[in-house]
DNA sequence: TAAAAGCTTCCAGCGACTGGAAGGTCAAGC
DNA sequence: GCTTGACCTTCCAGTCGCTGGAAGCTTTTA
C-alpha cells in the first residue's frame, strides 16, 4: 500500500508520515521501484501506536522510546510505567497551571460590566491595580 | 534606563522585549546617542501589562488587542469582556483535553505492574487491545 | 491520449521565544 | 590612559510538531 492509503488506514497524514519517518521516529518505509514508499499492516498498525501516544500527549521523542519498548520482548514494564508518570505528572501540572489562569481571569471578568462603559477591571487587573472596580 | 533595568523592573527578560518590539507588540523604544534603547516607568508598566496579559495565556496578538484597548479611553469594556471570553472558553477547552488524557492514562497505568516483568498494558492500550491485561 | 490523482523532494512558515556569535559602549579600578 | 567586565547592538539559527506549497514524477481513469 502506498502512503495515502497507509494514512487513511492509520489516521497520521501522509505529511506527518513523511515527517516521522525523517525524524526518525518511524524506520524508512521500503520503496517501489518507482520510488513510492510502501507500507504493509504492520507499519499501519505502528502509526496508530504512534498516533495514540501523540494523542496522550507523549512528545514524538517519548513516543520514540515507547516504540522500542513496545518492540522488545524483554523490556520491564517498570520503563514504560516511569514515561508514564512522567507524562502524567506534567498533565497534573498543566491543568493546575490552567486552573490557575481560569480563576484569575474569572475574578476579573466577574467585576467587568461588559458593555459599552470604558471601565473595566479586566485592564485595571492587568494593568496592576488589583482593587479597581469593586 | 537601559533594557537591562526594563527587563529587571518589569521581570520580562531584555531578549523577550527586543523580540515584542520586532513584531510590533510594542513601540520601538528611543535610542540614546550611541543606539541604546532607552525606557521610562511607562515602558515598564506595558511591560507589565504584557507580562500578566501573557501568564494568562492570551496570544501574543491578543496582547496586542488588549493593549491597544488598554491605552484607549473611548474603548467599551465589551470588547475587553470578549476577549477574555474568548480565552476562558480556550481555557476550558485545554483543561478538558488535559482531562480526558490524564482519564485515558490513569486507566491504562492502573494496570500496569511497574515491575520487571514485560507484560504491560499501557503499551498494549497504545497497540489498540484495550481489554489487555485485566 | 490526456487529464486527474497521487507520489517524490525540498523549502518555508507557524508561535513565542531563546541561544549564541560578532562587535560596539560604558563605568570602575589601577 | 588603559584594561576589564558588564552591558548593549544586530543577525542568524534552533526549538517543537507539524503543515503548506512549488516543481516535477508516476499511476490511474475516462
Keep these: 500500500m502506498n502512503i495515502g492509503a497507509a494514512a487513511r488506514r492509520s489516521g497520521v497524514p501522509a505529511k506527518t508520515i513523511r515527517y516521522y519517518e ?3 521516529l518511524i524506520a524508512p518505509a521500503e520503496r517501489s521501484a518507482t520510488g513510492y514508499r510502501v507500507y504493509g499492516d504492520r507499519d499501519v498498525e505502528t502509526l496508530r501506536f ?3 501516544a501523540r494523542g496522550l500527549g507523549f ?4 513516543v520514540g522510546s515507547l516504540l522500542a519498548l513496545w518492540q522488545d520482548r524483554r523490556r520491564s ?4 510505567k516511569a514515561l508514564a508518570r512522567r507524562r502524567m505528572a506534567d498533565i497534573d501540572r498543566k491543568i493546575e497551571e490552567l486552573g490557575e489562569m481560569r480563576a484569575t481571569l474569572g475574578h476579573l471578568m466577574e467585576r467587568c460590566h461588559g458593555d459599552r462603559r470604558p471601565d473595566c477591571p479586566i485592564l485595571s487587573g492587568l494593568a496592576g491595580n488589583p482593587e479597581q472596580g469593586r
Excluded at 512528545?59 to 517519548?62: A, L
Excluded at 514494564?77 to 514504560?80: D, G
Design 22 to 24: 525523517s525524524v526518525g
Design 50 to 52: 504512534v498516533q495514540r
Design 59 to 62: 512528545s514524538v521523542e517519548d
Design 77 to 80: 514494564s517498570a520503563e514504560v
